[in-house]
């Protein structure tokens, strides 16, 4: 490995000494303790995807980059789809994000009969119906006759898995990315090595394994519980909701199109059923605690009547069934009243069963790191900042923090700087933290805002549902902003 541009030079010196002939574990400094350019901790999506981005990117891969996962990777690793199965843990990624994981070459590494573009969404609201209809088609694109994605369905493991296979094939190629997987980190400080030159202000990470890794700059990709966070003092903003999110993978009534994402707000909390593909369909149902608790204790065909009842049934109804836990009247509606139900168009497919073992619930919560860099630190994805879902909006921060921040680093690279350097590191924080505020702010106001079944608000936010459906140009600029574009039209 040669010498870096904005390399220290005393940094320099060990790339040209013995230490170059390390193994790939990192430049040994002792036994135990490894130099490494970047520390990654968290191999989730976020923190998987920015060591992909280093190592894709011809001016950052000379860069010894460590992904550090307390997870065992294997099963993701060797991930395969199975027909008719999918996992519950799911991303809704927008063009701009697909572009990015285009850009850095993930796409060709994914298997694209699992990955499901859809480009209608129906929003309503549960109290008095008003309703936005979102249509790519009212983006006018001249690319080509289709209509465009709003977003793309893709599986968690999926999206990891080709982005594992991308980091190995481009380590081939000479990048430098080790994946430490099983490797749980105990402590994180700062300490002075035994070498030629200072690094007592680069931290050290201390695996549970008694190695240490010493790095010229610490990324924490580790969640909403930051260990990096807490290393560099970094305090984490905001609240729980009194909220949890149901997800199950359903299957439906295969004789409706599945290309719309639908969402009710119902005063509980929004529901929302996003398409996997032809007959399946992701469930995300944000509501109380109490309520989450009896979705995921009812029996499988009472779940799949309760959601089919909470897109169709009024508020009053859903209420009744909230308290009684089931309602014997529809758990036996008549089929006469199911066909109804699906021959409506403004109502999604009903649900059919749903896949065994899919049910799972967390709860939800808003947090904003009240920095996100400290001097050789920098936190990306939910260790930075933390969204409700109802927007599908939190991975996709999580891509552009990566795509920023890894921009930055090209940048400084080219100009010689210090990559760890506080004065580089803030012009990722610059760029990001206003757009991230935005966004949890928004969002936190829908939530609110919908939360409430108060006549006054709900006769206002009905007017303003209807507005903005009849208004075709302010709904495209609507959808530009979500799906990650705007900037490129």
């Known amino acids: 490995m040669g010498s870096q541009p904005g390399m220290p030079i005393a940094l320099r010196s060990i790339h040209s000494s013995s230490c170059r002939r390390a193994s790939e574990e990192g430049l040994q400094l002792n036994e135990k303790t490894a130099l490494y350019d970047i520390v990654i901790v968290g191999g989730g999506v976020a923190g998987t995807a920015l060591a992909c981005a280093l190592a894709s990117n011809p001016v950052l891969r000379d860069n010894r980059v460590a992904l550090v996962e307390a997870m065992d990777l294997t099963s993701t690793i060797e991930w395969s789809p199975v027909k008719e199965s999918y996992s519950n843990r799911v991303v809704s990624l927008t063009p701009g994000s697909m572009n990015f994981f285009e850009r850095m070459g993930v796409v060709e590494h994914m298997n694209l009969s699992r990955v499901h573009g859809y480009g209608d969404m129906e929003v309503w609201d549960g109290v008095t119906d008003a309703r936005i209809k979102f249509d790519t088609s009212l983006l006018g694109s001249k690319k080509d006759t289709s209509k465009e994605s ?33 490797a749980r980190v105990a402590s994180i400080g700062n300490e002075q090595s035994s070498t030629e030159f200072d690094v007592s202000d680069w931290p050290s990470v201390k695996l549970e394994s008694g190695d240490v890794l010493q790095t010229r700059l610490l990324i924490g990709a580790d969640g909403v519980n930051s260990p990096v966070r807490n290393h560099a003092n970094i305090e984490s903003l905001g609240w729980d909701y009194d909220t949890h999110g149901v997800v199950a993978t359903l299957k439906l009534d ?15 909390g929004p529901i929302a059923m996003l398409p996997l593909s032809e007959g399946y369909a992701s469930l995300v149902w944000s509501t109380k605690p109490e309520i989450a608790k009896i979705l995921k204790g009812v029996s499988s065909d009472d779940f799949c009547k309760l959601v089919n009842a909470a897109f169709r049934m009024s508020t009053i109804d859903l209420n009744y069934l909230y308290e009684y836990t089931w309602r014997e009247e529809v758990a036996n509606k008549s089929k006469s009243t199911i066909e109804v139900w699906q021959r409506e168009e403004s109502l999604p497919p009903a649900v059919v ?45 999580g891509m552009l923090d990566v795509a920023c921040l890894s921009k930055v680093l090209e940048k400084g690279t080219l100009e010689g700087q210090d990559i760890g350097k506080l004065n580089l590191l803030r012009d990722y924080a610059a760029e990001r933290y206003g757009r991230n505020i935005v966004m949890l702010s928004a969002c936190d106001k829908m939530h609110r805002l919908f939360g409430t079944d108060v006549a006054p608000v709900t006769w206002i936010r009905s007017l303003g549902l209807s507005a903005v459906n009849s208004s075709d140009s302010l709904k495209a600029e609507i959808m530009k902003y979500a799906m990650g574009v705007e900037s490129s039209r």
């Open 254 to 268: 295969d004789s409706r199109p599945n290309n719309t994402a639908w969402q009710r707000f119902l005063p509980t």
């Open 150 to 182: 709003i977003a793309y369905m893709v599986e968690n493991i999926h999206l990891q898995n080709a982005m594992l296979k991308r980091i190995r094939e481009c380590n081939t190629r000479g990048a430098q990315v080790d994946i430490l997987q099983k």
């Open 353 to 397: 069963s749903i896949q065994d073992k899919s049910r799972a619930s967390f709860p939800l919560r808003m947090r904003n790191s009240e920095r996100y860099v400290a001097d050789r630190v920098a936190l990306v994805g939910d260790a930075a900042h933390a969204i409700h879902p109802l927007a599908g909006q939190g991975l996709n921060q």
